[in-house]
T-cell receptor, first 110, second 119 residues
Framework: QKEVEQNSGPLSVPEGAIASLNCTYS??????FFWYRQYSGKSPELIMF????GDKEDGRFTAQLNKASQYVSLLIRDSQPSDSATYLC??????????FGTGTSLTVIP | GAVVSQHPSRVICKSGTSVKIECRSL??????MFWYRQFPKQSLMLMAT?????????EQGVEKDKFLINHASLTLSTLTVTSAHPEDSSFYIC???????????????FGPGTRLTVL
């Protein structure tokens, strides 16, 4: 079983819609959860992180964490074509060990 | 956020040569640096984790004698691909973090990546 699993997609949404990206993790001891965005040919950039159950909002982005279900999601409201990228979920346990999912490819259709 | 640089951004070399890639944290001290490799349309693959002043920890399947990592200071780590072959052609990305500051919630700051092409 992989540490972090994501649906590889591709996920396509029309411009202005809500894009929902999902991630599950296997270790209940996981502590912090990160969402990174990666454009083709570029390195990942952090969108947001969350470590408490519930929702965390930052602009058009909302991260949702449910530790009981071992599930973290990212919602992108009012999706824009510039949001088209691969979104990587990352999970940490204690210390400095990061585990990345394989990423979900998102395409926002104008 | 913190800035991590990589040099060179792009390198083309002949098969059998060695290539060194530098990763620098510009405005913070990185106690830990990570090296990743990414093939086209695939996810990041962690190659190794390096802590300043100690030997790197390599992931399973990564040859430590082929991918030499040195983390001699808190702001610099280097990855040397020795005797490079065409199958080593990939996008190499480093990231850095300072886990001494705020506990386990520190993010990784990624460098811009180095695209290696081995002819």
């Amino acid at each position: 079983q992989k540490e972090v699993e994501q649906n590889s997609g591709p996920l396509s949404v029309p411009e202005g819609a809500i894009a929902s990206l999902n991630c599950t993790y296997s270790d209940r001891g996981s502590q912090s959860f990160f969402w990174y965005r990666q454009y083709s040919g570029k390195s990942p950039e952090l969108i947001m992180f969350i470590y408490s159950n519930g929702d965390k909002e930052d602009g058009r982005f909302t991260a949702q964490l449910n530790k009981a279900s071992q599930y973290v999601s990212l919602l992108i409201r009012d999706s824009q074509p510039s949001d088209s990228a691969t979104y990587l979920c990352a999970v940490t346990r204690t210390g400095n060990q990061f585990y990345f999912g394989t990423g979900t490819s998102l395409t926002v259709i104008p | 956020g913190a800035v991590v640089s990589q040099h060179p951004s792009r390198v083309i070399c002949k098969s059998g040569t060695s290539v060194k890639i530098e990763c620098r944290s510009l405005d913070f001290q990185a106690t830990t640096m990570f090296w990743y490799r990414q093939f086209p349309k695939q996810s990041l693959m962690l190659m190794a984790t390096s802590n300043e002043g100690s030997k790197a920890t390599y992931e399973q399947g990564v040859e430590k004698d082929k991918f030499l990592i040195n983390h001699a200071s808190l702001t610099l780590s280097t990855l040397t691909v020795t005797s490079a072959h065409p199958e080593d052609s990939s996008f190499y990305i480093c990231s850095a973090s300072d886990f001494g500051l705020a506990g386990p919630y520190n993010e990784q700051f990624f460098g811009p990546g180095t695209r290696l092409t081995v002819l």
